[in-house]
């Protein structure tokens, strides 16, 4: 018993280590009310979760980002299931924009994010919906796919909050209902699938031109469900990162007015 403590303290203690190591290396003590200075530290921790990852946080690397069984409803019509995929492209996201707004804990960031793609094994699920739309027609798929987005505008409201965990210490924390978001495709969206098939029938070609041929009015309809999949990542992994940030090391002013229970 005494050994299992030993080792699950020196555990936690390592983490702990290598987290300072982590936003030492950044850098960065800032004043909730400078913008400039928090988006260089915003900017240096993602920049190192991107390119490197950071596994004594339990955050993979986030370019390429591993999706498994996650799924995509287009209009509640259609499902599309990634089995096994990929998503890439979050390390080509520049920021044009950030401010913190402390009256309401929300950041607002704009980005531009180039050459974003998700791809992979898939699978087309219909719903009760369409079923009820088409009838006996059998319409079925399970291939690989993709999806590229050559260049696409984002502007963010990231809503968050300041607690107190156990022992006392401040952290952020991320609250993905309340985080809101606009988008604007500024070039195309080039889609690709095999094995799209209504009954026997292969369709492929026929509805991957359909879709490249109309990218704008689809990537409309279908773009939100995309960026969904994006921020589940983005938010999963930021929390991770705000559970071990010192908030005492990286931000100079007392936040203890700013605690909500």
């Not at 950030?98 to 087309?124: A, H, M, P």
């Not at 704008?216 to 991770?240: C, R, W």
Request: hydrophobic share 45%; net charge negative; charged share 20%.
């Amino acid at each position: 018993m005494f050994q299992s403590k030993v080792i699950i303290l020196s555990s936690a203690i390592f983490v702990l280590c290598s987290a300072a190591a982590i936003f030492d290396k950044i850098n960065k003590k800032c004043d909730f009310n400078d913008s400039e200075c928090l988006q260089a530290l915003y900017s240096g921790i993602l920049a190192e979760a991107t390119n490197n990852g950071i596994p004594e946080l339990g955050v993979p690397k986030i370019d390429p980002f591993e999706l498994k069984n996650q799924q995509i409803s287009i209009l509640g019509m259609i499902n599309i299931i990634i089995a096994e995929g990929t998503a890439k492209g979050f390390k080509n996201c520049v920021g044009n924009g950030f401010q913190n707004d402390v009256e309401s804990l929300s950041i607002k960031v704009s980005l531009i994010c180039e050459n974003f793609s998700v791809s992979g094994k898939y699978k087309i699920e219909v719903t009760p919906v369409l079923k009820a739309i088409i009838g006996t027609i059998d319409i079925h798929g399970e291939g690989q796919g993709s999806v590229a987005i050559e260049k696409i505008k984002l502007d963010l409201d990231i809503a968050y909050g300041v607690s107190k965990n156990e022992n006392g210490d401040i952290r952020f924390v991320m609250k993905p209902d309340d985080t809101t978001y606009t988008f604007e495709f500024l070039d195309n969206v080039k889609f690709a699938a095999d094995s799209i098939f209504i009954g026997s029938q292969d369709i492929s070609t026929v509805t991957t031109n359909i879709l490249n041929e109309n990218w704008e009015f689809i990537a409309k309809t279908f773009g939100k469900s995309v960026l969904d999949l994006a921020l589940v990542v983005f938010n999963d992994n930021a929390q991770k990162v705000l559970n071990a940030l010192p908030v005492k090391d990286v931000i100079s002013t007392d936040l203890t007015p700013y605690v909500k229970s």
